[in-house]
């Protein structure tokens, strides 16, 4: 099962994100991958990682993103928020946020989370997805 994978980070962690995406590039090949318009941009200028572009997450690309989780079509996201500016679009963030903790879906909000979550994908401990997918009541496939 190839991994589903999502990338998100407010302007002032755009930098932080790509940085990090280019260090863990090899873990991310093969992995199917999902950003906001900017970020997965950037990301794809750094790297050589094919990456499906939502709009921007003030436009809609959160919610687009939080629909993805919604259907339990994502598998981890990673979401480097900057936790000292508000932003306009905050309910998208919050309604984002719930819905990964209705669905179970692992959020990074930081690098330090990040590298934990990338570690593990990296060490195939996400096989649980597979049984979710299969078994969670309420799910595509499995009404």
């Known amino acids: 099962m190839s991994m589903k994978v999502a990338f998100i980070a407010h302007d002032r962690k755009k930098d932080e994100m790509v940085n990090f995406v280019t260090a863990y590039e090899k873990a991310f090949d093969g ?4 950003s906001t318009g900017t970020t997965g941009q950037r990301i794809m200028e750094a790297t050589q ?7 921007s997450g003030p436009l809609g690309g959160d919610q687009q993103i939080g629909a993805m989780v919604a259907e339990n079509e ?4 990673i979401f480097l928020r900057d936790p000292l500016m508000a932003q306009p679009h905050e309910p998208d963030i919050t309604a984002l946020l ?3 903790d209705v669905q179970g879906i692992p ?3 930081n690098v330090a989370t990040a590298e934990i ?8 401990d996400f096989g649980w997805r597979e049984l979710v997918h299969k078994y969670k009541p309420g799910l595509q496939g499995n009404e």
Do not use: K, N, P, S
């Not at 990682?49 to 709009?55: A, C, D, K, S, T």
């Open 31 to 34: 992995c199917q991958l999902y």
């Open 117 to 124: 979550l990338v570690q593990a994908l990296m060490r195939g």
């Open 98 to 100: 719930r819905i990964c």
């Open 107 to 109: 959020v990074a909000t």
């Open 74 to 77: 994502l598998d981890l996201i």
């Open 49 to 55: 990682l094919q990456i499906h572009r939502f709009m």
